[in-house]
């Protein structure tokens, strides 16, 4: 299965400082996707970057990617404490199934 | 647009009894749904994946004859817990993916509320 391996496990900043949180995956991949959840709710979707992008913008979160380092990074600048919540990456294989396997995600916390 | 409803929001019941959550894709045709549940404090854990008119394939470990998934239509998809213990007191989180969502909607899932089920 292809899982993305988040890191840190956990985050804390103060709000107004930028958050970089960072997704590890060991095969080639079609796109990478980034979630969000909030606490006891369900993921919302943040963003997508395809293999061959290696920066993507959306508002105030940035996304790289190194596919030669099988890796991405999350930038969230000018944080919020309503950015508080559990950032997941997803590798998508681009089969037929789409089936994400997710880490354990990187927990952030801004304190406001 | 791709909002992705699930119902109900919280269930308790007995142990023995099943339970049934339903999610729909109210403004997309969702030709996959998948479903996960996720403990305190945990990730999501995938359990099974499910196309419009076929069978569900689930997950290694996954008990396909306790978690009954049916996708009967480009809109519903529904898991049923039966005989429901204690150990399966969990969040179950569905996602639709499929055309008519948005640009990507095909690749990316769109994730509803979730069901959170206490079992007694």
């Known amino acids: 299965s292809q899982q993305g391996e988040e890191d840190p496990q956990a985050l804390s900043i103060q709000e107004g400082e930028n958050a970089t949180m960072n997704c590890s995956y060991k095969?080639?991949?079609?796109?990478l996707q980034w979630y969000r959840q909030n606490s006891g709710r369900g993921l919302v979707h943040l963003i997508l970057?395809?293999?061959?992008?290696r920066e993507k913008h959306s508002g105030r979160l940035r996304v790289t990617l190194d596919t030669s380092k099988k890796s991405s990074s999350l930038l969230i600048t000018a944080s919020r404490a309503a950015d508080t919540a559990s950032y997941f990456c997803?590798?998508?294989?681009?089969?037929?199934?789409?089936?994400?396997?997710f880490g354990t995600g990187t927990s952030l916390t801004v304190i406001p | 647009g791709a909002v992705v409803s699930q119902h109900p929001s919280w269930v308790i019941c007995k142990s023995g009894t099943s339970v049934k959550i339903e999610c729909r894709s109210l403004?997309?045709?969702?030709?996959?749904m998948f479903w996960y549940r996720q403990f305190p404090k945990q990730s999501l854990m995938l359990m099974a994946t499910?196309?419009?008119?076929?069978?569900?394939?689930?997950e290694q470990g996954v008990e396909k004859d306790k978690f009954l998934i049916n996708h009967a239509s480009l809109t519903l998809s529904t898991l049923t817990v039966t005989s429901a213990h204690p150990e399966d007191s969990s969040f179950y989180i569905c996602?639709?993916?499929?055309?008519?969502?948005?640009?990507?909607?095909?690749?990316?899932?769109?994730f509803g509320p979730g069901t959170r089920l206490l079992v007694l």
């Open positions: 996602s639709a993916s499929g055309p008519g969502g948005g640009a990507s909607s095909k690749e990316t899932q769109y």
């Open positions: 095969t080639s991949i079609n796109n």
């Open positions: 970057i395809r293999s061959n992008e």
């Open positions: 997803a590798p998508d294989l681009g089969n037929t199934g789409n089936q994400f396997y």
């Open positions: 403004d997309f045709q969702a030709t996959t």
């Open positions: 499910s196309n419009e008119g076929s069978k569900a394939t689930y």
